[in-house]
């Protein structure tokens, strides 16, 4: 975070406990989202009047580039809030889920399939089991007979059309997956 935490208590006995648990928890968020500016915490203990069952509020207010995530927890909402250890660890829960879908919009996220890149057959050594594909911006990459996934390697002939997935190898550019296109 860039600017330091800030976290208060309302109508209750600050705990140092209680504080480390929610720095805590502050701290974790960074691994979901690095731009976090601010974040605000405040604890809130409802109906001082009994012993036990009193309930805690807790929100989390958290300044990101270009919003604001807000996330508030209400006690009658769940019994287990009794428990502000337990009413801080869903409100952050909430917060970290918010923090995820901010960083899926903010960088939208999309899966885009890309074809693979296509070229033809130039060379082919049966008794090397290798052969080279010419691709369309004028690159020679080499693959081997394992490489060929839909056909024989024996069937293929010079200027057949294939799909191959590139990548580096030992003596420069290769094909670790060849289709014949049809």
Known sequence: MKLPLQITFRHMDPSEALEANIRDH???LDQF?????????????????HQQGNLFHVSVDITVPG???????EPEQRHAHEDPYVAVRDAFDAARRQLQDYNRRRAQKVKRHIPNPTGWVTE?????GC??????????????????????????????R?????????EGPQASTVKVIS
């Not at 082919?124 to 090397?128: A, E, K």
């Open 26 to 28: 502050a701290a974790e």
């Open 33 to 49: 989202c690095d731009e976090i500016m601010h974040c605000d915490v405040v604890v809130e203990e409802s109906h001082r009047r």
């Open 162 to 170: 294939v799909q191959f997935v590139e990548e580096a190898g030992d």
């Open 131 to 160: 052969g080279r594909i010419g691709t369309e911006d004028g690159r020679d990459i080499y693959f081997h007979r394992n490489s060929v996934v839909n056909a024989d390697f024996d069937s293929l002939d010079i200027d057949t």
């Open 124 to 128: 082919i050594d049966p008794m090397m």
């Open 67 to 73: 919003g604001e995530i807000v996330v508030r927890r």
